[in-house]
């Protein structure tokens, strides 16, 4: 699974912005996809994740303001940022889980960095 992030960018407090990771290798639609995050210094964090059924998952820190979402037709995964704020900046980065535990991430693509300033 080849996996490729974009979207990021630098924004101010209160912006929203929507990153999309388009994957190519295997059926998209069988997999578990996430987006993690990491601050230079620091341990990579997840974000969010979307199952193959369409279930999702947040993390506390991003709950009621960002939302994944899948296009199943286009290969793409999304995420949709609302309210950011200065702590959300990061590299952030989409990964695949063909187990569909959520526990067994293989697949990453690069990052891109978001940068929200106050």
């Known amino acids: 699974v080849q996996l490729q992030a974009f979207g990021g960018g630098l924004v101010q407090a209160g912006d929203y912005l929507r990153l999309s990771c388009a994957a190519s290798?295997?059926?998209?639609?069988?997999?578990?996809l996430g987006w993690f995050r990491q601050i230079p210094g620091k341990e990579r964090e997840f974000v969010a994740s979307?199952?193959?059924?369409?279930?999702?998952y947040y993390a506390d820190s991003v709950k009621g303001r960002f939302t994944i979402s899948r296009d199943n037709a286009k290969n793409t995964v999304y995420l949709q940022m609302n309210s950011l704020k200065p702590e959300d900046t990061a590299v952030y980065s989409c990964?695949?889980?063909?187990?569909?535990?959520?526990?067994?991430?293989?697949?990453w693509g690069q990052g891109t960095l978001v940068t929200v300033s106050s």
């Open positions: 990964a695949a889980d063909l187990t569909n535990t959520g526990r067994r991430y293989e697949y």
């Open positions: 290798g295997r059926t998209f639609s069988s997999y578990m």
């Open positions: 979307i199952t193959r059924g369409g279930n999702t």
